[in-house]
């Protein structure tokens, strides 16, 4: 009887295995949303647009932000050694041209500018396909091909020779793309900021914080600039037009003055205590610093900080600055740290 039994749920199994002729194999999960799935409407690709911008929260203000292969790589700022903590030093090597393989800093803007890359590439493939206001998906293809742009330039400045992905990676070798040359990765940028170009609206007609025309043409101009294309440079940056010089250059600095006139790009993310503030202050403190010390910049209760400070204003950018130039006084601050004053 067990026998029995035993055959006819084999024989059961083989008719629904035989039955479904594989289509079992290729239904889209029920816990998590594909590409397939996703992209039905214009509040997923809403969204979208908000997650492609999300990862540039990570490339500029993370523990080592674009500061630290930018300014601190640069004459213009260094790091407070300290023996005592050995443990937060991978910005101590791109200072010094130690990098290696395993340094976190140039990994972490490599992985994060291929990650707005991906999440653009996930939006615009399936774009087209579905119908909502033209206004607004012209709009949302703008902003992703800005970002692209920006994510592509990035990459070549720091990298050279990179990967060029424009689809989404389906398979293990859509991952494995080779070296495409500094050359066809300017082609590129070129090409995705012009897309953004004619596709998005002015600063006037655009919602605060995303990319606008003026941002796209001065990305384009600034490419132009890098490879020295001038006669370019020149014609497409006065098209930047909407903008203007603030009164005190103090004032653009100004929390009241988020999305000014001088702003052709800028952000804004949820603030608050759900952790998406800015670190910039602890990752600049000279440290180590006491308490005390801490407490008496910042007007709250802190505790003592033992890691190394970065991006520390070097003499030579200290002294750049000419008697009188208004810009040094909001531009850099001094603070005391075991009593000894740094800026």
């Known amino acids: 009887m067990k026998n029995h039994k035993y055959m006819l749920a084999m024989l059961l199994s083989s008719s629904l295995l035989v039955g479904c002729q594989g289509d079992f ?20 690709f809403e969204q979208a647009i908000n997650g492609a911008y ?9 523990t080592y932000g674009a500061w630290a292969m930018g300014e601190m ?3 213009n700022t260094t790091y407070k050694y300290n023996p005592n903590d050995r443990g937060t030093i991978e910005a101590e090597f791109v200072k010094n041209f130690l990098d290696d393989a395993t340094n976190g800093v140039p990994r972490s803007k490599y992985v994060i500018d291929y990650r707005i890359i991906s999440r653009v590439n996930h939006l615009l493939e399936p774009i087209d396909a579905v119908s909502f206001d033209q206004k607004i998906k ?22 050279g020779s990179v990967p060029i992905h424009l689809k989404p990676a389906k398979t293990q ?9 500094v050359e066809d990765v300017y082609k590129q940028i070129i090409a995705d900021a012009g897309q953004a170009v004619s596709l998005l609206p002015s600063k006037a007609d655009q919602e605060p914080g995303r990319a606008t025309k003026g ?25 930047v037009t909407g903008y203007e010089l603030m009164p005190r250059y103090a004032d653009v600095f100004e929390l009241a003055n988020k999305n000014g006139p001088e702003s052709i790009f800028e952000i804004q993310f949820k603030d608050g205590n759900e952790g998406l503030h800015s670190s910039f202050f602890y990752t600049f403190l000279v440290q180590s610093i006491t308490a005390e010390e801490t407490t008496a910049i910042t007007g709250i209760p802190e505790v003592a900080r033992t890691i190394e400070g970065y991006n520390i204003p070097t003499p ?28």
């Not at 194999?25 to 997923?44: F, G, H, I, M, R």
């Not at 600055?321 to 005391?336: A, I, L, M, N, Q």
């Open 25 to 44: 194999l290729n239904l889209p999960s029920e816990t998590s949303l594909s590409t397939a799935v996703y992209y039905k409407s214009q509040s997923d």
């Open 138 to 159: 012209d709009n949302i293809k703008g902003q992703a091909y800005f970002l692209r742009a920006l994510a592509y330039f990035d990459l070549v400045q720091y990298f």
């Open 173 to 181: 070798a859509d991952t494995s793309q080779p070296l495409a040359s």
């Open 316 to 343: 030579d950018i200290m002294e750049a600055y000419e008697p009188g130039d208004v810009r040094k006084d909001v531009s850099v601050g001094f603070v005391t740290a075991h009593g000894i004053s740094y800026p």
């Open 54 to 62: 999300a990862p540039l929260r990570d490339l500029y203000n993370g």
């Open 73 to 75: 790589r640069s004459d």
């Open 215 to 239: 941002a796209a043409n001065t990305l384009l101009g600034n490419v132009y600039i890098v490879q020295k294309r001038w006669a370019e440079a020149e014609q497409v940056l006065k098209e």
